[in-house]
């Protein structure tokens, strides 16, 4: 019985809404002047949302949900079994509901009110789960970014987009519990497409609490507005905040995470890219790619010791040691077969025997890396390797930590310091350029500047494209 309901959870998303936060969100609503004709929840599993709000707005006259789970059905009507407002509740697929239909036959005012599934198409589809939406590219992703990752997206991310398209234009409030990433990136496909939203906003919730999840987390609120013609959303750090703690927006079809920040330092926005944030090296094979000083000698990942000729072999600074400032020396080294993508590998095997021999006898390995990306290329390819990669000073900033600080990395022992996939940099043929380059990424203007564009809660929260829109010297 545990095992079927934690799949459950897994394949629908299921993280019923506790009752304390139901009313407090039913009671925020009504606090900013929220009277619905109509309550409709798209996924209203056992009914609490629905429960809710038949307690808190006195003028409901219709409650109406729709659930997958049969069971919940039943178990949504017999909480609603004595409310005063009428009540529509049926098991319905949601990718297979006709929402516009539904929604235009609703009494005004309307409210979408939900926590539609938190799971995305990729953990379903590793289920072998039916659970999805017809496939499209809704996201507008193209080429290396579906084959990396980007085309991965939550299916509340899906469902609200969905719900936003079929509501009405006016008379009319979405209200969705959801990851604070997917109500960002809903904001941002909605004011693309134009959508007529007004009075957006993104209250923080603690998940851990109400749901036990460990993940960011917010009730997104959108009200529709024919007229409408800002793209700016109040976000604030708590469900019941007074005030909001930023306002994020659109500039250029991307988000701004700080409007204010953003428009005190506009004259540092770039109006084309002049010199392009690299990534680091990518090898998808730490055990046999990277080496550890040991001594006088150096070690793999499997505890082999190794010997090499010196021609293919770098230092390599990780992103942890960048972000920590420990530049100065690294005993951690990697083996760099190419100079450019796609650069034949053969000639290693005249040129330093020993080396060729070592990824020969661990060539299974090297061929078994999982991305797409390495299909076709040359055996013991690499990607983020190109001239920019040898240059002997840089300037670089790790992409996971929290925190905007740009070291200068130099070279060890003559050798260039190669960097991981995981930070970017800039090249420089000088330490002093290098130096100059990063007390400029370091001044306060220039840090008030990047930080009106990171969401610090995103996985990745520094990007390349983020960091290329810093108008150059």
């Known amino acids: 019985?545990?095992?079927?309901?934690?799949?459950?959870?897994?394949e629908y998303g299921d993280f019923q809404t506790p009752v304390v936060l139901a009313e407090a969100v039913c009671r925020l609503l009504r606090a900013e002047g929220v009277r619905p004709g109509c309550v409709l929840e798209p996924t209203c599993g056992?009914?609490?949302?629905?429960?809710?709000?038949?307690?808190?707005?006195?003028?409901?006259?219709?409650?109406?949900?729709?659930?997958?789970?049969?069971?919940?059905?039943?178990?949504?009507?017999?909480?609603?079994?004595?409310?005063?407002?009428?009540?529509?509740?049926?098991?319905?697929?949601?990718?297979?509901?006709?929402?516009?239909?539904?929604?235009?036959?609703?009494p005004g005012p309307l409210l979408v009110l939900g926590n539609p599934p938190w799971v995305t198409n990729s953990a379903l589809g590793s289920l072998g789960s039916g659970n999805l939406p017809t496939k499209s590219n809704f996201q507008n992703e193209r080429g290396i970014a579906a084959k990396t990752g980007k085309a991965n997206f939550d299916i509340s991310q899906w469902m609200i987009l969905h719900l936003l398209k079929a509501m009405p234009?006016?008379?009319?409030?979405?209200?969705?519990?959801?990851?604070?990433?997917?109500?960002?990136?809903?904001?941002?496909?909605?004011?693309?497409?134009?959508?007529?939203?007004?009075d957006c906003s993104i209250r923080k919730i603690d998940s851990r609490e109400?749901?036990?999840?460990?993940?960011?987390?917010?009730?997104l609120v959108c009200h529709m507005q024919t007229d409408a013609s800002t793209?700016?959303?109040?976000?604030?750090?708590?469900?019941?905040?007074?005030?909001?703690?930023?306002?994020?927006?659109m500039h250029g079809g991307n988000l701004i995470a700080d409007q204010t920040a953003l428009t005190r330092q506009r004259h540092l926005l770039a109006s084309q890219v002049t010199r392009r944030w690299r990534s680091g090296i990518k090898h998808d094979c730490r055990a046999i790619m990277q080496l550890e000083q040991q001594g006088r000698g150096l070690v793999n990942g499997l505890g082999e010791a190794v010997e090499l000729e010196p021609?293919?072999?770098?230092?390599?600074?990780?992103?942890?040691?960048?972000?920590?400032?420990?530049?100065?020396?690294?005993?951690t080294f990697v083996i760099v077969?190419?100079?450019?993508?796609?650069?034949?590998?053969?000639?290693?095997?005249?040129?330093?025997?020993?080396?060729?021999?070592?990824?020969?006898?661990?060539?299974?390995?090297?061929a078994d890396r999982k991305s797409s990306i390495y299909r076709g290329r040359p055996p013991f390819s690499i990607f983020g390797i190109g001239e920019y990669s040898f240059a002997k000073w840089k300037v670089a900033i790790s992409a996971l930590h929290k925190q905007l600080s740009f070291r200068v990395i130099g070279p060890q022992e003559g050798r260039p310091t190669m960097l991981d996939d995981t930070t970017y940099f800039l090249s420089f043929r000088t330490k002093k350029e290098a130096v100059a380059a990063a007390a400029r990424l370091n001044s306060p203007e220039v840090q008030e500047f990047y930080q009106a564009w990171i969401f610090w809660d995103a996985k990745r929260p520094i990007t390349s494209e983020i960091l290329q829109r810093l108008k150059a010297d």
């Open 1 to 10: 019985m545990i095992r079927v309901k934690s799949r459950q959870k897994m």
């Open 311 to 331: 021609d293919y072999v770098y230092p390599l600074m990780p992103a942890g040691s960048v972000y920590r400032g420990e530049v100065a020396q690294t005993d």
């Open 169 to 198: 234009r006016h008379d009319a409030t979405l209200a969705m519990l959801c990851k604070t990433t997917v109500a960002r990136k809903v904001l941002q496909q909605a004011w693309k497409a134009g959508l007529p939203l007004a």
């Open 337 to 366: 077969p190419q100079q450019r993508t796609g650069e034949d590998t053969a000639p290693i095997e005249s040129v330093a025997p020993r080396t060729w021999a070592y990824l020969q006898k661990h060539a299974q390995r090297l």
């Open 231 to 249: 793209s700016t959303c109040e976000v604030y750090d708590q469900l019941d905040a007074d005030q909001p703690s930023t306002v994020l927006g």
């Open 210 to 219: 109400h749901f036990a999840a460990s993940v960011d987390a917010c009730l």
């Open 46 to 106: 056992e009914g609490t949302f629905l429960e809710a709000a038949a307690g808190v707005f006195a003028d409901c006259q219709r409650l109406v949900g729709r659930e997958w789970n049969r069971s919940y059905v039943a178990e949504a009507r017999r909480r609603l079994s004595s409310v005063h407002a009428d009540v529509d509740l049926a098991q319905a697929d949601f990718f297979q509901q006709d929402w516009s239909s539904l929604l235009d036959r609703q």
